[in-house]
């Protein structure tokens, strides 16, 4: 099946600072996601970005599908930022079940 | 909100209890899921539906089965619990008519297998 890996899988960051979380993976997808899953395990979702481009406030992501990478871009870290950050992906069927990476997780200290 | 709940949200049994865990959605969602979460691993597809009495098997559905008699309704079997099943469930729904294929997740639900 399909290998999705992520990096780095820890980050520390003050307050301000930003970010770019980067998604790897193996073989060519229909579907991405990006997930924040904060500190109460609510899995929160960010953009659902199968190519291209995408920007919401702080927050953007990209992804070049025909070299088989995302990335999620932070700005201004706040701490509500801290958290996992999950990239998923489908890479048969538009219906099929997401294909998870084992995440990054990322500290926003004050 | 995606209009989807997860019950019940705790629960402690024993090993070779059966146990079930009951997606439910108000969104008219076509595709439902059940994934697992354990440490150190991103979340694992265990089982899928395509619609009522439609189902599909996942990455590690050894152990459970899976039940959609109403759309609204997907329900999640352990028939004889493990201290390996251990772990947070996640449901998730995607599909809505003339959407795309988001996934949006439900709260979870923390399982101990004692």
């Known amino acids: 099946g399909i290998q999705v890996e992520q990096s780095p899988p820890d980050l520390i960051l003050q307050e301000g600072a930003n970010s770019t979380l980067r998604c790897n993976f193996s073989d060519s997808v229909n579907n991405l996601q990006w997930f924040h899953q904060n500190p109460w395990g609510q899995l929160i979702n960010l953009f659902y970005?199968?190519?291209g481009t995408k920007q919401n406030g702080r927050l953007s992501a990209t992804t070049v599908a025909t070299e088989r990478y995302s990335l999620l871009y932070i700005s201004s870290s706040q701490t509500t930022d801290s958290g996992v950050y999950f990239c998923?992906?489908?890479?048969?069927?538009?219906?099929?079940?997401?294909?998870f990476g084992k995440g990054t997780h990322l500290i926003i200290q004050p | 909100d995606a209009g989807i709940t997860q019950s019940p949200r705790h629960k402690v049994t024993e090993t070779g209890t059966p146990v079930t865990l009951r997606c439910h959605q108000t969104e008219n969602h076509r595709y439902m899921y059940w994934y697992r979460q354990d440490p150190g691993h991103g979340l694992r597809l265990i089982h899928y539906s395509y619609g009522v009495k439609d189902t599909d098997k996942g990455e590690v559905s050894d152990g459970y089965s899976v039940s959609r008699s109403k759309t609204e309704d997907f329900l999640l079997t352990l028939e004889s619990a493990t201290s390996s099943q251990t772990s947070v469930y996640f449901c998730?729904?995607?599909?809505?008519?003339?959407?795309?294929?988001?996934?949006?997740f439900g709260p979870g639900t923390r399982l101990t297998v004692t």
């Open positions: 998730a729904i995607s599909g809505l008519a003339g959407s795309s294929y988001e996934q949006y």
């Open positions: 970005i199968p190519s």
């Open positions: 998923a992906v489908v890479s048969g069927g538009g219906a099929d079940g997401l294909t």
